[in-house]
């Protein structure tokens, strides 16, 4: 109104602070009164942390209210100065809290999950810092096992798609539909890590070897990895980025891709059947991150498809894709299992007829959850390997092998400290 600017953000460049346009706005007021206060949202790039900051538009600057090791969300009262949240972290289940206008006086008001107290619980996660091959500050999400003893070596599965240390704060509560479940691992002794992959043009396989090799290394330098033990899953962009990591290290001790695309060059034109659409456009302009075509510029392509890499495979795989995936065709895994078998390597294919991307009937999930978790305490606790790793089982006699085996897929048995 004709008035001198006011900086609202206050010491934000000389302090290193990014801001991002992300407002919520009240539907029943008019406008926004600037004599009232703002509140904004914070977070901690390199911390983690998350908090609540209050700007004064008349005198601008913010005030943080709270900023905290944990994931938070913050409701505040129509007519009063008082605010409502729930507060989480990876250990503590989001309870909600009361809180005053200065954040002075706090409140727990829930105690929603007192069962936890049973289970052998992660005692928390700790940030992994590590540069990748090509120089790039990148953190991983550790979280440690439960009952864990500084000093001792555990064994760690490691989960990847993009940024993954974001979520280092959310609380995972135990499902036996979700694999993998973070917390069956770590209740059972594992570390589990997720670590940022961070992309260069015209390599998002070879971007995932600079970024996750580097990220497990540091894993291992903390102490508390037995490098020995390590294994790798991902699933769809993450399975990609696990068929393609196992053909250029050993680093794994074995490792899980779920509906992965392995042939860059045959996907460019092939269907995207849920949506009708081609597969073009994803790796031009979305994950893959190519510039052009695959006949532009198609020594890139083959040198990040993890079949023309085959024969570098030595980790024991798992491939999960279903018949009716409708985002990465079936044919992208029968074609990297059927190479891999042809050269003698160790692998296994699960199929679960009828299915898309992901699984969405529970007694699938329920079976694919367990049969992740023999494969891993077989290949990293030396657990005896069931039949079904051994012997295999036909497509036709499938069927009748998952009814046979429902009474085995049930969710497992919590371990009490």
């Known amino acids: 109104h004709g008035g001198s600017a006011v900086n609202l953000t206050g010491d934000g460049l000389s302090t290193g602070k990014h801001y991002q346009r992300r407002y919520v706005l009240d539907s029943r007021e008019k406008g926004i009164d ?9 977070y901690g ?60 006086s706090e409140k727990q008001l829930t105690d929603a999950n007192p069962q936890q107290r049973q289970i052998a619980w992660s005692p928390g996660a700790r940030l992994v810092n590590y540069a990748s091959a090509k120089g790039d500050k990148l953190q991983g999400a550790l979280y440690l096992p439960a009952n864990y003893e500084p000093g001792k070596r555990y064994p760690m599965l490691v989960t990847i798609y993009e940024r993954r ?31 940022d992959i961070v992309y260069k043009l015209n390599d998002p396989g070879m971007s995932a070897v600079w970024s996750v090799v580097p990220a497990v290394k540091a894993a291992i330098a903390t102490g508390i990895v037995d490098s020995a033990n390590v294994g ?3 699933h769809s962009w993450g399975g990609y980025q696990t068929a393609f990591l196992v053909t250029q290290t050993g680093i794994f001790k074995s490792a899980i891709a779920g509906a ?37 510029n198609t020594d890139a392509y083959i040198r990040n498809s993890p079949v023309f890499h085959a024969k570098n495979v030595t ?24 190479t891999l078998r042809q050269l003698g390597k160790e692998v296994i294919m699960l199929e679960y007829a009828g299915e898309n991307h992901g699984l969405a ?15 891993f305490d077989h290949y990293l606790e030396g657990k005896p ?33």
Do not use: C
């Open 34 to 42: 600037f004599s009232n206060p703002m509140y904004f949202a914070t």
């Open 165 to 195: 240390s974001q979520n280092m704060h959310a609380y995972a509560a135990p499902s036996d539909t979700r694999a993998p479940d973070p917390t069956r691992y770590t209740s059972r002794g594992y570390a589990v890590f997720d670590p």
């Open 315 to 338: 980790t024991p795989l798992v491939i999960l894709h279903n018949d009716k995936d409708g985002a990465v065709d079936f044919n992208q895994g029968i074609t990297y299992y059927n």
């Open 260 to 296: 992965p695309l392995t042939d860059l060059v045959s996907m460019y034109s092939s269907i995207y059947w849920n949506s009708g659409g081609t597969n073009q456009a994803i790796f031009e302009s979305s994950q893959g991150r190519f510039k052009g075509n695959f006949t532009d």
């Open 361 to 375: 009937r529970p007694t699938n999930q329920r079976d694919y959850a367990t049969r992740m978790g023999e494969w």
């Open 45 to 104: 790039e390199w911390t983690k942390k998350e908090g609540l900051a209050r700007v004064d538009a008349r005198r601008g600057g913010a005030t943080n209210l709270v900023f905290d090791d944990a994931k938070l969300n913050f409701v505040k009262a129509r007519d009063a100065d008082t605010w409502l949240y729930t507060r989480q972290t990876y250990v503590d289940f989001p309870n909600y809290h009361l809180a005053n206008a200065s954040f002075g």
């Open 385 to 417: 390997a069931p039949d079904w790793m051994k012997d295999g089982i036909t497509r036709l006699d499938m069927a009748e092998h998952l009814r046979e085996r429902k009474p085995v897929a049930k969710p497992d048995a919590p371990v009490v400290p």
């Open 232 to 234: 790798l899953w991902g």
